[in-house]
């Protein structure tokens, strides 16, 4: 008899070391996933940097200096000086944090928004009708256009900036989570729930919405990337964030004039922006590899 | 009729909307089931057996479906409920378990947290006593271990383990009429035969009443206590299972007996088979439905559908001639059919 308790803790250690082993097993196929552990890196670097750059300059991305005017980089500046005086460097981390907030904000927003929509859409066949058309229009419309347009009727602020994005982007979170919950809903468990009596709202949040999580991931991933482009194309044409503000597209539009005698003012604030979308766009494929098993790898290996 | 009965379907007709048009799919359909019994439904693919059982469970797109006729269960008529009253009465009072069993659970989600579910989708129960509960009833269905499996996902169990579970599933709050499509047809013999134990034994042990959809009919004559045999839409027989065995009275079933090879059939000989094919739901023939490929048919059947009649007590064929092929006078007319 007094094995038994001992058999017991052996089974629960057992167990324990199985379900380690299954954790450890899972972070090493992520490890293995070149292109996520590439864009989860970057993207981790470039987070650091714009939340821990600006702390080792003395500089503040407001404090005008004519005198040091359009000055190429410098131990004292790193990345050179604007036509105003402002250090780049200062500018440039300043500019990723808002681009990255504005670019968590979309992609967090759309998302919400946009499973709701993609979810009751797939569930509902007359609200399908409805909201998909509304969806293709929102989609026809170009979005820089339509970013543009409501911009100017509410103004340039990040919070408007933000809302817009969210506006245009939301459609593609809504059409990827409806055609997979469009899938799952077919399935026969979900017939069985509604065997079950179990409610709707169960059904859709319960057991439709986990199964299009890895999809929405991936999508939301590439919202992320995109928003922030669109933010910098904004801010380039002048109703993005506000002019004295930071933002990588005012840099770049400060700079468009002196391009040929000021190079530093474009360099840098581009390469920031490509090195982020760069970071999500490969983080956002390595992801999708990671997640769905059934979709072949971009690369075959040799 | 009697209060007795747990489920009383009477003259039910399913139309679906199709591009080619309306189609029939369940042509006045009547049968009842009581407590603590078990009524064996039986056909081939389409004859209307599973679009019935999903009729009296509401499963069907409404927007494409058109009822007629009634589904008494407990005093009310279920096709003229809301939504509401029926996803109170689905799961709670009528249960369902399906043929399935891979994609019948969700993978995302262990097995206790599904029969969790299955109960508080029906009132506010505590997590506790709800696992509680769970444990019971899977205690109850005989799985070895249950704490264990009830923490496992279904990728986990096997098939006739799966099964167990969506028995569990389907009794955990107690109904009073268990519906099972083909709940073992994707099992192996010896988990079959363990299955259906099961399912008497819980039939029993909850007074309910089950309604067994299956195309085998073997497992019928083992668990059934009465049969209803259906044909592209209709009930051709429903008689008792020992009346049915001992004297099959539609052309149909007696075919269906016939096909089945008995351990003295000659393993040299070819297997019986009925000849022709199932008409389309589209084109469905004016007089008796079976009449094209029946070997005892003659010009009454083409012109007129025959009515199902009682023959003798508790046995209702649908057949203009079962006296005469019972007495044997009735002779083979369209026996050419039948050797080529």
């Keep these: ?302 | 009729m009697s209060a007795s009965h747990v489920i009383d379907v009477r003259n039910l007709r399913t139309h679906f909307h199709t591009e080619k048009g309306r189609v029939t799919a369940v042509d006045d359909v009547s049968f009842h089931v009581d407590r603590n019994e078990i009524l064996g439904v039986v056909g081939e693919s389409g004859c209307g057996k599973s679009v019935t059982s999903e009729a009296i469970m509401q499963l069907l797109n409404p927007d494409i479906t058109d009822f007629e006729g009634e589904i008494v269960f407990g005093g009310e008529n279920l096709l003229t409920l809301g939504e509401d009253r029926l996803s109170r009465i689905r799961g709670k009072d009528i249960s369902m378990i399906f043929q399935d069993t891979t994609s019948s659970l969700n993978p995302l989600y262990t097995v206790g947290d599904q029969i969790i579910e299955a109960l508080q989708a029906h009132g506010r129960v505590s997590r506790k006593a709800a696992a509680e509960a769970a444990l019971k009833v899977v205690s109850a269905t005989g799985i070895p271990s249950p704490e264990k499996r009830l923490k496992e996902y279904p990728h986990e169990l096997s098939g006739g383990m799966r099964q167990r579970i969506m028995i569990a599933m389907a009794l955990v709050c107690e109904p009073r009429l268990l519906i099972a499509d083909e709940p073992t047809t994707a099992l192996d013999v010896t988990t079959q035969a363990q299955i259906l134990d099961l399912i008497i034994q819980m039939k029993s042990d909850f007074d309910m009443g089950v309604i067994f959809i299956t195309h085998d009919m073997g497992v019928v004559a083992e668990i059934c206590d009465r049969v209803a045999v259906m044909y592209l839409g209709q009930v051709i027989e429903d008689s008792t299972v020992e009346s049915l065995f001992e004297a099959p009275l539609h052309p149909y079933t007696k075919g269906l007996m016939q096909a089945m090879p008995t351990i003295e059939s000659d393993p040299q000989a070819d297997l019986y088979t009925i000849k022709g094919k199932v008409p389309s739901l589209s084109d469905v023939p004016k007089g008796c439905r079976f009449a094209a490929r029946c070997p005892f048919s003659t010009e009454k059947c083409v012109a007129q559908p025959p009515t199902l009649d009682v023959a003798t007590k508790g046995h209702k064929v649908r057949c203009w001639h079962w006296q005469a092929i019972a007495d044997g006078s009735a002779c083979k007319v369209n026996a050419g059919a039948e050797v080529g």
């Design chain 1, 1 to 302: 008899m007094t094995d038994a308790p001992q058999f017991s803790t052996d089974l629960k250690a057992t167990k324990n070391r199985l379900k380690q082993e299954q954790r450890s097993l899972a972070i090493k196929r992520f490890l293995a996933n070149k292109l996520a552990v590439c864009g989860l890196g970057l993207t981790v670097v470039i987070c650091l940097i714009a939340l821990l750059g600006p702390l080792i300059s003395p500089h503040e991305p407001l404090d005008i200096n004519p005198i040091d005017r359009l000055k190429p980089p410098s131990l004292e500046h790193w990345m050179g000086t604007d036509n105003f005086g402002r250090d780049i460097y200062v500018r440039v981390m300043y500019g990723t944090r808002a681009s990255l907030l504005i670019g968590f904000s979309v992609a967090m927003l759309s998302s919400v928004i946009g499973v709701a929509i993609g979810l009751y859409s797939a569930y509902f066949k007359p609200l399908d009708h409805l909201l998909m058309r509304i969806t293709d229009g929102l989609m026809a419309f170009p979005a820089i256009l339509l970013a543009i347009s409501v911009i100017a009727v509410f103004g340039p602020t990040t919070q408007n900036v933000i809302l817009t994005l969210v506006v245009v982007y939301t459609p593609l979170i809504a059409r990827v989570v409806r055609s997979n919950a469009l899938v799952v809903k077919e399935q026969p468990y979900i017939e069985a729930l509604h065997a079950l009596g179990a409610s709707r709202t169960r059904i859709i949040w319960r057991h439709i919405f986990p199964n299009t999580v890895s999809s929405l991931i991936v999508q939301a991933s590439f919202v992320f990337a995109v928003s922030i482009i669109t933010e910098a194309m904004l801010s380039f044409l002048g109703v993005g964030i506000p002019a004295p503000h930071p933002s990588l597209g005012n840099i770049l539009y400060d700079g468009k004039n002196v391009i040929t005698s000021a190079w530093w003012m474009t360099v840098f604030p581009g390469a920031m922006i490509i090195g982020i979308v760069l970071g999500q766009n490969i983080l956002g494929d390595g992801l999708r590899d990671f997640l769905d098993p059934h979709t072949h790898k971009a690369v075959s290996k040799r």
